[in-house]
């Protein structure tokens, strides 16, 4: 199981950490994501991260602000969210998958999202 915290009501230009605990046994093995659903739209993906941290993906609106991160030895992966815009707003959900490509394809294994909400 995924669970994601750190969520919140902020101001634009702010920032937020946003963390995703697995209970899974394997969590060091898999390719982690984060995913997003504004109000009215689809979910669409954010980050990934490998599974030994080396290799991140973004989506070209949050590069530069936004980093993923993983403790495999506390089977968690963070998201450190900077100068945060009111287009962010949204649920964030944590993923998991074995690979990069299935992660941005669809991942199999979903947490439940934490919402950011940012205000102007």
């Known amino acids: 199981q995924l669970q994601a915290s750190g969520g919140g009501l902020v101001q634009a230009g702010d920032s937020l950490r946003l963390s995703c605990v697995s209970s899974?046994?394997?969590?060091?093995?898999?390719?982690m994501g984060w995913y997003r659903q504004a109000p009215g739209k689809e979910r669409e993906f954010v980050a990934a991260?490998?599974?030994?941290?080396?290799?991140?993906y973004y989506q070209d609106s949050v590069k530069g602000r936004f980093t993923i991160s993983r403790d495999n030895a506390k089977n968690t992966v963070y998201l450190q969210t900077l100068s945060l815009i009111p287009e962010d707003t949204a649920v964030y959900y944590c993923?998991?998958?074995?690979?990069?490509?299935?992660?941005?394809?669809?991942?199999?294994?979903w947490g439940k999202g934490t919402l950011v909400t940012v205000s102007s």
């Open positions: 899974g046994r394997d969590f060091s093995r898999l390719t």
């Open positions: 991260i490998g599974w030994s941290g080396l290799t991140t």
């Open positions: 993923a998991a998958d074995t690979s990069y490509a299935a992660v941005r394809r669809w991942p199999d294994y």
